[in-house]
């Protein structure tokens, strides 16, 4: 079935650093893949999406490209800040289905 | 324009109490999904439902039980709470089910003693 694997953390990082959260995918058909973004205390937010190999979404400086041929959707920002610290989730939608396919997250620290 | 609200936002049950868990949404979506989020685990889907009067089974069903009674409330049932159950709560929607964006609300914590 589909699903989705993302690197595990936590992540601690100094503010400025360059910062890469992998995430790899299996699923049928074309699936459309998105980051989520939780701050502590709150529900999931959505980050960035794409719905089609090559694209490239971005958001608030974080990007991530959809590669089919390695079935990665890795999200990167430049520089990092502080408010950047939050649990950041890998997500899959399957082309048939209703569903969502999450992964396990991973926490990111900012340090100043 | 609120977006997603849950109720209650923390609880603590003892093993075998029954309770509902609300959620309202003011966008008037079709889809509405309860998911838990365990340490680990990420979020696991419980229920969906794809319009008013439907319900429909997700990832891990067993022991909850949903209705959509109203196109704006999505309620989840727990007749049995077990320790397992302990785990925090999220309620979505959205507009479209498939490559559309969901709304999250803020979550509840359940605690079963």
């Known amino acids: 079935g589909d699903s989705v694997t993302q690197m595990e953390g936590p992540v601690t990082l100094s503010e400025e650093a360059f910062l890469t959260i992998n995430c790899t995918y299996t699923?049928?058909?074309?699936?459309?893949l998105f980051w989520y973004v939780q701050y502590p205390g709150e529900g999931l937010q959505l980050l960035l999406k794409?719905?089609?190999?090559?694209d490239k979404g971005s958001n608030k400086g974080f990007e991530a490209t959809y590669r089919k041929e390695t079935t990665s959707f890795h999200l990167e920002k430049g520089s990092v800040q502080v408010s950047d610290s939050a649990v950041y989730f890998c997500?899959?939608?399957?082309?048939?289905?209703?569903?969502?396919?999450f992964g396990t997250g991973t926490s990111l620290t900012v340090i100043p | 324009n609120a977006g997603v609200t849950q109720t209650p936002k923390f609880r603590v049950l003892k093993t075998g109490q029954s309770m509902t868990l609300l959620c309202a949404q003011d966008?008037?979506?079709?889809?509405m999904y309860w998911y838990r989020q365990d340490p680990g685990m990420g979020l696991r889907l419980i229920h969906y439902?794809?319009?008013?009067?439907?319900?429909a089974k997700g990832e891990v069903p067993d022991g909850y039980n949903v209705s959509r009674l109203k196109k704006q409330n999505f309620l989840l049932g727990l007749e049995s709470a077990a320790p397992s159950q302990t785990s925090v709560y999220f309620c979505?929607?959205?507009?479209?089910?498939?490559?559309?964006?969901?709304?999250f609300g803020p979550g509840t914590r359940l605690t079963v003693t």
């Open positions: 439902s794809v319009g008013e009067g439907t319900t």
């Open positions: 997500a899959l939608s399957g082309f048939t289905g209703n569903q969502f396919y």
């Open positions: 979505a929607s959205s507009a479209t089910g498939k490559v559309s964006e969901q709304y």
């Open positions: 966008m008037n979506h079709e889809y």
């Open positions: 699923a049928t058909g074309y699936p459309s």
């Open positions: 794409a719905t089609k190999a090559d």
